[in-house]
RNA sequence: AGAGCCAUAGCUCAGUUGGGAUGAGCGUUCGCUUGACGUGCGAAAGGUCAUGGGUUCGAGCCCCAUUGGCUCUACCA
């Protein structure tokens, strides 16, 4: 390594070469130890399929700078990784690519299309891990998981049949959402609505033995063919005296039942609703609750079963115009509307889902969530922010039971058997060699397979090591946090929560950390369709990691969407600009004088102590911030207390004595330095992983000085009691003061820096000249003054000086001619008016009999101190109007 | 239909337990070859904290209502 840093800070330099160093040097890894403390987070996995986006950059990010937080302050890290099989999204892009050849999938048979699936998973799988890297994420690679490797697999199995044998798991028909080019039942979660322009058919149903008809509407009139009933609501008068009767199906000419449903709403449309119990899920409800019957008349691609007459074999639509025509024909159409209704769609293939009654496996929920309900409500597991509980319940209350077979191929094999002869079920770990109940060895397996976040659910443990007994699961679960964005709670986050109880007996995490959207500057979501997704590669090549991890957690708070804007990260990267060039700056100055590792305390200077308090106190604050996961407060505070405190205020304060060969605090100047570098450094590297160890490493090189090998296991900063300066933090606030009054002068007078001037303080307090006395060296500089005097009184001030005023002093800088007189009582008239605003609200404050009753002590003093000085400050304003009104 | 969120400077957003909005970045205006940085330095302008009530000595923050915007869940045949 170069022992001096790069003249302007360039990411590419330095990122992969450091990031390939940690990984070498095994500093993700994390081993049991009992002697220290676990801090885990488990990965969200990644989709095999997958390309970085800004989600996962976002995800990550904040992982990554929990883990680099608690692993430097002396955890045992373990930020265990890994990436998901994601089964259907990944079936369709390999369906996908099939296709390009122009293979089916069918002809390629099970084992064939898996082959080719895995092969997918070698070539891609990759891919998303080392885009992570990229990204500076400290996970322990040597632990990589995936959703189907053996032990997972293995997990899936144990849990699949521990559930069957509690009663759990069911197989059972239902109605669930069909995808019909997919060829799946898909889980409602993966169902999208979208609202599109259709119609309303009103259709005339005859009434069996009577004149006359009904007449119901649909959106769907192709789902007649498998109607059984109609329904009205039991309280509509217009149509009591039907319940019970029949009418007749037009086209299929069956005789169906009139029934009574509250389900049905007497204001929309015409109050009578046909009843399809295989192809709407409330109708299928309502045939349960009448005992109808069911009549499927679709096919699996959608088109029209044998059960529907002469309309079989053609598509749902085709159909559809077809036997309107048909009704028209028969008179029986009444009239038709245009209705705006949501269609729901497979959000991976956009096709128009079917409902369908089919055999599927099921979770049965209501049991197995009651746990995960009373974690929540006892804060055992808690939502960061807190308001996600309610989103959380919202969810639990009203839950489902969970369909998890999929009629696919890559997932999950079902762990059940058919006896071919006799046909019994058999659920087992290990596929039986002959029929439990009759002996027969002609036994198949389930075809289908289980939904990818049956899976995703075992994570926290079958990561561990899961089924088996091991050290690390005993060590490292339950976890810490969860990291995850919102849209992810009811998907993934619920199903976490009620394994981890029933299959662990223990909450998989404690905290979920909730994050939300990156969206676009207009605040669109970032999408594929739109083409207006930001490739977080790209920004890395252009303006590196640090600058793309430090935008996305700077500025927001949990919980809450982000936009992106290019001008943040460019701002994100003038930081890292300016970190590097501050580095340089004080290396430079180290590396020409001999320092020591310890300094004579007794040469600490007040602006030493003043930027030592400082840097304290910033310690505790944001160390206080991280452990309540504000990180956004805690990085704003780093990046303030470094760009002016530190850069703008000391490292200013301090060049004088850099620069001179006499002084004695030099030294004490150039450790302070150092020290607070080291400080800010280390309380960044979490935020800026990469520029942080660059300027670390060197610095310990250059010094000749090891702490640690590395800033990320260097030990995270603790605030310590002797550094707490408050008597020098309010001298130097006050010469600041001071120097800001000044600084305002001069420009408002329009002097330029370069013109040198005199500068008198006068205090009648000796405390405060004292003050001003002490820090004279770098009071000058700041003030662009080349003589600074300090007096008791105003003798020899010019009376055309132009002054600044803070509490306890004045000001006065003699500018001669350069002065106009008008202007100098202008800002002192508008000085005044400030001032009067000021003392008007604290007098107010304490004029009031009620707050000086019921206002806090502390307060009240606080409220006495302002008024104390503002009318210091007042006197003083109107001693230099009375003058000048002489 | 149910639930949730948001409304603070021209723009994008912070604001942790209620205690003058010296808020941040970007943008704007003025000045600066100050020996780390113009990806910089200094100064300034810019806000009735959506509206109306309430609680409180005191409200951007707590409560209620209203308006506008967004999201999720459910889905109407």
Same mark, same amino acid.
């Given at each position: 390594m170069d022992k001096e840093l790069a003249k302007t800070y360039n990411p590419q330099d330095i990122e992969d070469r450091l990031y390939k160093k940690w990984e070498d040097k095994k500093y993700f890894s994390a081993k049991v130890d009992k002697s220290k403390k676990p801090f885990t987070i488990v990965i969200p996995p990644p989709n095999i399929t997958g390309q970085l986006h800004m989600g996962h950059a976002l995800d990550n990010t904040l992982q990554d700078i929990l883990i680099r937080f608690k692993r430097m302050q002396g955890y045992n890290a373990l930020w265990q990784p890994g990436t998901d099989h994601a089964s259907i999204a990944t079936e369709v892009k390999i369906i996908e690519q099939l296709k390009k050849e122009g293979i089916d999938k069918d002809d390629l048979g099970r084992e064939g299309f898996l082959e080719r699936a895995w092969q997918w998973k070698e070539e891609y799988g990759g891919r998303i891990i080392s885009q992570l890297k990229k990204l500076g994420s400290s996970c322990d690679w040597d632990r990589e998981r995936f959703t189907m490797d053996e032990g997972c697999n293995k997990a899936v199995t144990e849990v699949f049949v521990n559930l069957y044998n509690k009663g759990y798991i069911y197989k059972g028909s239902r109605i669930i959402n069909w995808c019909p080019v997919c060829h799946t039942s898909i889980s409602d979660a993966e169902v999208e609505y979208e609202e599109q322009a259709g119609h309303f058919w009103h259709i005339k149903y005859p009434i069996v033995g009577e004149e006359g008809f009904v007449e119901i509407a649909t959106t769907r009139p192709e789902t007649l063919l498998g109607d059984t009933a109609v329904a009205v609501n039991p309280e509509d008068d217009r149509y009591k005296h039907i319940i019970g009767k029949h009418v007749l199906l037009p086209i299929v000419n069956r005789e169906i039942p009139v029934v009574a449903d509250s389900y049905v709403d007497m204001e929309f449309g015409t109050g009578v609703v046909k009843i399809t119990p295989a192809h709407d899920p409330n109708d299928f409800e309502v045939g349960k609750r009448h005992n109808l019957p069911e009549i499927n008349v679709m096919n699996d691609d959608a088109t029209i079963n044998e059960n529907g007459g002469k309309y079989a074999g053609m598509d749902r639509y085709t159909a559809r115009k077809l036997l309107v025509k048909e009704l028209e024909e028969l008179g029986l159409l009444v009239k038709i509307e245009s209705h705006n209704h949501n269609v729901g769609t497979h959000d991976r293939c956009n096709t128009t889902v079917e409902p369908m009654i089919k055999p599927q496996w099921f979770v049965k929920m209501d049991e197995l969530i009651q746990p995960a309900i009373e974690a929540v409500k006892s804060k055992e597991i808690q939502f960061i922010p807190e308001r996600f509980d309610k989103i959380y319940f919202n969810w639990t209350d009203n839950i489902r039971d969970w369909c998890i077979s999929r009629q696919l191929w890559w997932g999950h094999r079902i762990p059940a058997y058919y006896c071919q002869d006799c046909g019994e079920v058999m659920v087992a770990k290990e596929a039986p060699a &002959? +029929? #439990? !109940? +009759? *002996? #027969? &060895? !002609?036994l198949v397996q389930d075809e289908d397979t289980l939904d990818t976040w049956f899976s995703s659910a075992l994570w926290p443990f079958s990561t561990l090591g899961w089924p088996e007994k091991t050290e690390d699961l005993d060590y490292f679960? @339950? &976890?810490d946090v969860l990291v995850t964005g919102y849209d992810i709670i009811f998907f993934w986050v619920i199903r976490m929560v009620f394994s981890g109880y029933e299959h662990m007996g223990k909450k998989p995490f404690s905290k979920v950390l909730i994050h939300g959207l990156v969206r676009d $500057?207009? *605040?669109?979501k970032m999408s594929k369709s739109l083409g207006n997704g930001i490739d977080p590669l790209e920004i890395i090549d252009q303006y590196g990691a640090d600058a793309l991890r430090f935008t996305l957690v700077t500025g927001n708070a949990p919980g809450n969407d982000m936009r992106f804007h290019w001008e943040r990260v460019e701002a994100s990267r003038n930081f890292a600009n300016k970190v590097w060039n501050a580095s340089r700056f004080i290396m430079m100055n180290l590396e020409k004088a001999k320092t020591e590792e310890t300094i004579d305390e007794s040469l600490l200077t007040i602006a030493d102590k003043w930027i030592l308090s400082k840097a304290n106190k910033l310690v505790k604050e944001t160390t206080e911030n991280m452990e309540s996961f504000e990180l956004g407060i805690a990085v704003q505070k780093i990046y303030d207390f470094i760009w002016e405190e530190f850069c703008d205020w000391y490292i200013e304060m301090v060049k004088p004595r850099l620069y001179s060969d006499t002084d004695e605090t030099k030294v004490a100047a150039l450790w302070t330095l150092e020290k607070v570098l080291l400080i800010s450094l280390k309380l960044l590297h979490p935020y800026m992983p990469f520029i942080t160890e660059e300027i670390f490493c060197t610095l310990q090189e250059m010094l000749g000085r090891? =702490? $640690? =090998?590395s800033i990320m296991i260097s030990a995270w900063p603790e605030y310590e009691a002797k550094y707490e300066y408050s008597k020098e933090e309010e001298a130097v606030e006050l010469i600041k003061a001071a120097v800001k009054g000044i600084r305002n002068v001069r420009s408002e007078m329009n002097v330029p820096p370069s013109k040198k001037a005199t500068v008198i303080v006068v205090s009648e307090s000796d405390k405060i000249r004292d003050i001003f006395t002490e820090s004279k060296v770098f009071f000058a500089t700041l003030g662009h003054s080349d003589n600074v005097i300090i007096q008791e009184? !105003? $003798? *020899?001030? @010019?009376?055309n000086a132009v002054s600044t005023v803070v509490p306890g002093v004045t000001v006065y800088m003699p500018f001669e001619d350069l002065v106009d007189i008008e202007k100098e009582i202008e800002r002192l008239n508008k000085e005044k008016e400030r001032l009067e605003g000021e003392l008007k609200r604290v007098k107010g404050m304490l004029a009031n009999e009620n707050f000086v009753k019921k206002a806090p002590e502390s307060k009240i003093a606080e409220e006495k101190a302002k008024l104390e000085k503002y009318t210091d400050m007042m006197n003083q304003v109107l001693e230099r109007l009375a003058q000048f009104s002489k």
């Amino acid at each position: 390594m170069d022992k001096e840093l790069a003249k302007t800070y360039n990411p590419q330099d330095i990122e992969d070469r450091l990031y390939k160093k940690w990984e070498d040097k095994k500093y993700f890894s994390a081993k049991v130890d009992k002697s220290k403390k676990p801090f885990t987070i488990v990965i969200p996995p990644p989709n095999i399929t997958g390309q970085l986006h800004m989600g996962h950059a976002l995800d990550n990010t904040l992982q990554d700078i929990l883990i680099r937080f608690k692993r430097m302050q002396g955890y045992n890290a373990l930020w265990q990784p890994g990436t998901d099989h994601a089964s259907i999204a990944t079936e369709v892009k390999i369906i996908e690519q099939l296709k390009k050849e122009g293979i089916d999938k069918d002809d390629l048979g099970r084992e064939g299309f898996l082959e080719r699936a895995w092969q997918w998973k070698e070539e891609y799988g990759g891919r998303i891990i080392s885009q992570l890297k990229k990204l500076g994420s400290s996970c322990d690679w040597d632990r990589e998981r995936f959703t189907m490797d053996e032990g997972c697999n293995k997990a899936v199995t144990e849990v699949f049949v521990n559930l069957y044998n509690k009663g759990y798991i069911y197989k059972g028909s239902r109605i669930i959402n069909w995808c019909p080019v997919c060829h799946t039942s898909i889980s409602d979660a993966e169902v999208e609505y979208e609202e599109q322009a259709g119609h309303f058919w009103h259709i005339k149903y005859p009434i069996v033995g009577e004149e006359g008809f009904v007449e119901i509407a649909t959106t769907r009139p192709e789902t007649l063919l498998g109607d059984t009933a109609v329904a009205v609501n039991p309280e509509d008068d217009r149509y009591k005296h039907i319940i019970g009767k029949h009418v007749l199906l037009p086209i299929v000419n069956r005789e169906i039942p009139v029934v009574a449903d509250s389900y049905v709403d007497m204001e929309f449309g015409t109050g009578v609703v046909k009843i399809t119990p295989a192809h709407d899920p409330n109708d299928f409800e309502v045939g349960k609750r009448h005992n109808l019957p069911e009549i499927n008349v679709m096919n699996d691609d959608a088109t029209i079963n044998e059960n529907g007459g002469k309309y079989a074999g053609m598509d749902r639509y085709t159909a559809r115009k077809l036997l309107v025509k048909e009704l028209e024909e028969l008179g029986l159409l009444v009239k038709i509307e245009s209705h705006n209704h949501n269609v729901g769609t497979h959000d991976r293939c956009n096709t128009t889902v079917e409902p369908m009654i089919k055999p599927q496996w099921f979770v049965k929920m209501d049991e197995l969530i009651q746990p995960a309900i009373e974690a929540v409500k006892s804060k055992e597991i808690q939502f960061i922010p807190e308001r996600f509980d309610k989103i959380y319940f919202n969810w639990t209350d009203n839950i489902r039971d969970w369909c998890i077979s999929r009629q696919l191929w890559w997932g999950h094999r079902i762990p059940a058997y058919y006896c071919q002869d006799c046909g019994e079920v058999m659920v087992a770990k290990e596929a039986p060699a &002959t +029929c #439990s !109940k +009759c *002996g #027969s &060895t !002609k036994l198949v397996q389930d075809e289908d397979t289980l939904d990818t976040w049956f899976s995703s659910a075992l994570w926290p443990f079958s990561t561990l090591g899961w089924p088996e007994k091991t050290e690390d699961l005993d060590y490292f679960y @339950p &976890t810490d946090v969860l990291v995850t964005g919102y849209d992810i709670i009811f998907f993934w986050v619920i199903r976490m929560v009620f394994s981890g109880y029933e299959h662990m007996g223990k909450k998989p995490f404690s905290k979920v950390l909730i994050h939300g959207l990156v969206r676009d $500057a207009q *605040g669109r979501k970032m999408s594929k369709s739109l083409g207006n997704g930001i490739d977080p590669l790209e920004i890395i090549d252009q303006y590196g990691a640090d600058a793309l991890r430090f935008t996305l957690v700077t500025g927001n708070a949990p919980g809450n969407d982000m936009r992106f804007h290019w001008e943040r990260v460019e701002a994100s990267r003038n930081f890292a600009n300016k970190v590097w060039n501050a580095s340089r700056f004080i290396m430079m100055n180290l590396e020409k004088a001999k320092t020591e590792e310890t300094i004579d305390e007794s040469l600490l200077t007040i602006a030493d102590k003043w930027i030592l308090s400082k840097a304290n106190k910033l310690v505790k604050e944001t160390t206080e911030n991280m452990e309540s996961f504000e990180l956004g407060i805690a990085v704003q505070k780093i990046y303030d207390f470094i760009w002016e405190e530190f850069c703008d205020w000391y490292i200013e304060m301090v060049k004088p004595r850099l620069y001179s060969d006499t002084d004695e605090t030099k030294v004490a100047a150039l450790w302070t330095l150092e020290k607070v570098l080291l400080i800010s450094l280390k309380l960044l590297h979490p935020y800026m992983p990469f520029i942080t160890e660059e300027i670390f490493c060197t610095l310990q090189e250059m010094l000749g000085r090891q =702490e $640690a =090998e590395s800033i990320m296991i260097s030990a995270w900063p603790e605030y310590e009691a002797k550094y707490e300066y408050s008597k020098e933090e309010e001298a130097v606030e006050l010469i600041k003061a001071a120097v800001k009054g000044i600084r305002n002068v001069r420009s408002e007078m329009n002097v330029p820096p370069s013109k040198k001037a005199t500068v008198i303080v006068v205090s009648e307090s000796d405390k405060i000249r004292d003050i001003f006395t002490e820090s004279k060296v770098f009071f000058a500089t700041l003030g662009h003054s080349d003589n600074v005097i300090i007096q008791e009184n !105003k $003798a *020899g001030v @010019p009376d055309n000086a132009v002054s600044t005023v803070v509490p306890g002093v004045t000001v006065y800088m003699p500018f001669e001619d350069l002065v106009d007189i008008e202007k100098e009582i202008e800002r002192l008239n508008k000085e005044k008016e400030r001032l009067e605003g000021e003392l008007k609200r604290v007098k107010g404050m304490l004029a009031n009999e009620n707050f000086v009753k019921k206002a806090p002590e502390s307060k009240i003093a606080e409220e006495k101190a302002k008024l104390e000085k503002y009318t210091d400050m007042m006197n003083q304003v109107l001693e230099r109007l009375a003058q000048f009104s002489k």
